[in-house]
């Protein structure tokens, strides 16, 4: 199973010419799993070559208007452009209300079924599952409830070997087969065991999303180990006491989760626009925790190759 | 009194990376009149270096998602940036229910007075005036409730001469004063008359905003002889009976709307998004009304020189 990010927003609070409010799209083996939908997202998706229809599900970390603003305008896309398949929505129930209040006050009537599942606010469940991949949420402490998300693949699939799809003439509608483990038949009746066509990852991959938070000790234990943890960095650490009285981290709080979590890497974004050059939060956190990156508009992770 | 007219946004239903939905900005005399909010207006203001807290009122067509879903993520980022001064916002009833729904989920007291004026939808009325200008709206017809606005100069200023600014060394000031038609006295005690240092335009400014909207016989008499009007032209002349059935206009409509009301200027915009080559409608307008414009992203009209 391939997972990869795609940073659609990373800026906090108001957007800039350049930097939009948070959005981020996993890829989970065209899976389309679109994470919180800042204002200007939809035209973020257009820029990143993302068709809107693909998505299947949102997830709407908290009802601050960076991280929802642009959501309506993708719903109301979506519609226009005719979609007829199913959309599920996983936000806080009040965000219901102002999507039926919009879609009301237009006389808008869905072309497709749009499912909306409450995200509880004082426990984790599984939020979706299906035989490669499930989803939590967590509990992100806020001046407003919050959730985070944690992704994380169920099952190791085989990667295929690309040299051998040549040699074999290997359809693409075999290819899930044999990344799940089949034996490939040849024309002239010969199987081609699975061993020899494919290779194996070490790891499952795992993905997790905590924004808008300040440091929630509880969650050390739940991403333990993952692939990569997404953190805010609304401030640096000089600015700690104004992120402990406005619920947000610091790039120290960040690679503290990260380190204690022994996490693979580190994502840290959702700046506060005081901060001209972003590599001044950047080295801060790496003199905690060496394996991170910045979240930057239109920037790609490969979970195969960080 | 100038009038400048900026255009934040023309495209319609969907935005694309290009074309961002309807929003516009008219300067009248430095005061800051938006009108319609798309998604993504903020950042048309910041690209076009108008301040938002210069916007004194802000005036919604329709509660279409194309013609509002900007706006709050404008009023928010106006409270985060510490805006005190008063916002009057003029739209239909239901955009009010919306706005104060978001901002109890978001637990956001608003730092500053927000005036909710309701526009009737079945009678024209004064939405707002002032010493220098008047504006009204005007019933459209559309696929649900919508409202042209009609904003007329009421007092004819005069025009300073910029050579005599130099001459008598005339202190930003006294401008306003002198354009009212107050003569000027020197440090020296010498009074220099008003009609040296002043012209005076031949006609009052007005502009007319009327979208979405199908074609209005009543609204010809509203718009007669103003300086430029801007009508929605969805479609081109062979998609009239989609225009029709969608409470839209045509090319054609909107140049008979500017032809029978002897406007000075027309201007188009609310382009389909399926025409790419938008000369094909401005010409097509053209053939019946000569003086027409095309709404896009970024243009400014001045009406001292169109």
């Known amino acids: 199973m391939s997972f990869k990010l795609t940073i659609l927003g990373c800026n906090s609070a108001i957007p800039t010419i350049k930097k939009n409010p948070t959005a981020q799209l996993l ?37 601050h208007g960076d991280h929802y603003f642009g959501l309506i305008g993708l719903i109301n896309t979506m519609h226009l452009l005719g979609r007829k398949t199913e959309l599920n929505l ?5 965000l219901k209300e102002i999507i039926d209040l919009q879609l009301l006050a237009s006389n808008t009537e869905l072309r497709f079924p749009l499912f909306f599942h409450p995200i509880p606010l004082d426990k984790e469940k599984v939020l979706y599952e299906d035989a490669r991949i499930i989803i939590h949420n967590l509990i992100l402490k806020h001046s407003i409830p919050s959730s985070g998300f ?11 070997i690309k040299e ?18 089949s034996d490939f038949r040849l024309e002239d009746g010969r ?3 699975n061993e020899e066509l494919t290779t194996v990852r070490k790891s499952l991959h795992s993905y997790c999303f905590c924004s808008d938070t300040a440091f929630v000790e509880e ?17 640096m650490q000089d600015l700690a006491d104004k992120a402990k009285e406005t619920g947000h981290s610091t790039t120290i ?12 890497n580190l994502l840290i ?33 490969d979970f195969d190759v960080i």
């Open 164 to 181: 051998k799809i040549e040699e074999y003439n290997i359809p693409i509608n075999e290819m899930n087969n044999i990344k799940n483990g």
């Open 27 to 63: 890829n989970a083996d065209e899976r389309f799993f679109l994470i919180d939908c800042g204002e200007g997202t939809q035209v973020q998706l257009l820029k990143n070559n993302i068709k809107p229809h693909k998505i299947s599900h949102i997830f709407i970390s908290h009802l």
């Open 219 to 235: 969650n050390i234990e739940r991403i333990k180990g993952i692939t990569l943890l997404y953190h805010e960095t609304t401030f």
């Open 150 to 160: 944690l992704f994380k693949e169920k099952k190791k699939a085989r990667n295929i």
């Open 90 to 94: 996983y936000a806080h129930q009040k």
């Open 191 to 193: 199987i081609i065991a």
């Open 269 to 301: 974004g959702h700046f506060s626009s005081r901060y001209n050059d972003l590599n001044d939060l950047l080295e801060e956190t790496k003199s905690v925790f060496p394996d991170t990156f910045l979240a930057i508009d239109g920037s790609v992770l």
């Open 253 to 264: 709080d960040a690679a503290n989760m990260a380190k204690r979590g022994k996490v693979g």
